[in-house]
């Protein structure tokens, strides 16, 4: 069974660093082809591909973000990582995690996700 | 970047009716595009994968089709717990885009 979690901080400073995790059961990254994605959604709005890291660890970004955005993964491949720098108002969301593959990038698992206020 | 336009942003409908979504895209993605439902409170749930796939478990009452730029994607016999906001998707290129999203109100 998949399952996927987010976690982060909740809320947090304008201008600060904010660091999410997600922790994933149900399939490793260590498996050729796998990749988990994050996406992010402000309330009543649409959502947003931010950024994916692969089995093989490369890494992908959204261009409008790329800057500001860092994904990793830990060495047992159950948990990624995302830091976004510099957060504004508009970096309030509800953050997702969610598994895709290399040769396909929909999203077939998703986690419950976490919201993120930020606000001074 | 691929923009993708999905109309009309709200729809009501009674039981048994039938639901059809367009999703347009700004460039020619073949057909690699994914359709989701997402329930108040909750994670998008996928029920169309490119190649207008029905995903396991999704009722054949959802379907999609569409090649290119025009995609379209339907509910026959729309139920009360079809409720909820529908997004097209597109999966062909980098950043990965979502349209704006439909809401499926049921009278």
């Known amino acids: 069974q998949v399952t996927l979690k987010e976690s982060g901080p909740g809320m947090l400073q304008p201008s600060k660093t904010l660091s999410l995790t997600c922790s994933f059961s149900g399939f490793s990254l260590s498996t050729s082809g796998m990749v988990v994605s994050w996406i992010r959604q402000p309330s009543g709005k649409s959502l947003e591909w931010l950024a994916a890291i692969d089995w093989d660890g490369d890494k992908y970004y959204n261009p409008s973000l790329k800057s500001r955005l860092t994904v990793s993964k830990d060495t047992s491949n159950t948990q990624v990582f995302l830091k976004i720098t510099s957060v504004d108002i508009a970096d309030t969301a509800t953050y997702y995690c969610?598994?895709?593959?290399?040769?396909?990038?929909?999203?077939?698992?998703w986690g419950q996700g976490v919201m993120v206020t930020v606000s001074s | 970047e691929t923009t993708v336009t999905q109309s009309p942003a709200s729809l009501s409908m009674a039981v048994g009716e039938k639901v059809s979504i367009s999703c347009k895209t700004s460039?020619?993605?073949?057909?690699?595009m994914n359709w989701y439902q997402q329930k108040s409170g909750e994670a998008p749930k996928l029920l169309i994968s490119e190649g207008n796939t029905l995903r396991p478990g999704v009722p054949s009452r959802f379907s999609s089709s569409g090649y290119g730029t025009d995609f379209v994607f339907t509910i026959n016999n729309v139920l009360l717990g079809d409720e909820g906001i529908y997004y097209c998707?597109?999966?062909?290129?980098?950043?990965?885009?979502f349209g704006a999203g439909t809401k499926l109100e049921l009278k």
């Open positions: 969610a598994r895709n593959t290399e040769a396909s990038y929909y999203f077939d698992y």
């Open positions: 998707q597109q999966s062909d290129n980098v950043p990965y885009t």
């Open positions: 460039t020619d993605i073949d057909d690699d």
